[in-house]
C-alpha cells in the first residue's frame, strides 16, 4: 500500500520535474515571448517558501525537492529575462536570420 509519504515525494518529484519542458522549449527557441515572467516568478517563489519549511521542520525530502524546484524555477526566470532583452527578435524569422537582406 502506498502512504502519504510516497505520494507526497512523488508530487515533489514531478513539481520539481515540471520545469523541464519549458526549459527545454526556451533553450531550442531562444525566445520567451510566449511566457508570461509572473509564472516562474510565483513558482519561484513558492518553492522557496516550500525550501524554507522543509528546512524548518528538517524534512530532507521536502527541503531537497524543493531547493531543487527553486533553483529551477530561478533559472527559468532568469532565462525569461535574458531572451527578451538579449534574445533573437521576435519579427524575424530563420530564413532572414540565415539570409539576412542585402542593404543596397
Same mark, same amino acid.
Given at each position: 500500500?502506498?502512504?502519504? =509519504?510516497?505520494?507526497?515525494?512523488?508530487?515533489?518529484?514531478?513539481?520539481? =520535474?515540471?520545469?523541464?519542458?519549458?526549459?527545454?522549449?526556451?533553450?531550442? *527557441?531562444?525566445?520567451?515571448?510566449? +511566457? =508570461?515572467?509572473?509564472?516562474? &516568478? +510565483?513558482?519561484? +517563489?513558492? =518553492? &522557496?517558501?516550500? *525550501?524554507?519549511?522543509?528546512?524548518? +521542520?528538517? /524534512?530532507?525530502?521536502?527541503?531537497? $525537492?524543493?531547493?531543487?524546484?527553486?533553483?529551477?524555477?530561478?533559472? $527559468?526566470?532568469?532565462?525569461? &529575462?535574458?531572451? /527578451?532583452?538579449?534574445?533573437?527578435?521576435?519579427?524575424?524569422? /530563420?530564413?532572414?536570420?540565415?539570409?539576412?537582406?542585402?542593404?543596397?
Amino acid at each position: 500500500m502506498v502512504g502519504f =509519504s510516497e505520494i507526497g515525494i512523488f508530487g515533489s518529484v514531478l513539481l520539481a =520535474s515540471a520545469f523541464f519542458p519549458q526549459a527545454y522549449r526556451l533553450f531550442k *527557441t531562444k525566445s520567451a515571448k510566449d +511566457i =508570461s515572467l509572473y509564472y516562474p &516568478l +510565483i513558482l519561484f +517563489i513558492g =518553492s &522557496l517558501c516550500l *525550501t524554507v519549511y522543509g528546512y524548518g +521542520i528538517s /524534512d530532507l525530502i521536502v527541503f531537497s $525537492l524543493n531547493l531543487y524546484a527553486t533553483i529551477c524555477n530561478l533559472s $527559468l526566470v532568469l532565462l525569461k &529575462l535574458y531572451y /527578451d532583452r538579449w534574445g533573437r527578435p521576435a519579427d524575424l524569422n /530563420d530564413k532572414e536570420k540565415e539570409n539576412p537582406p542585402l542593404a543596397g
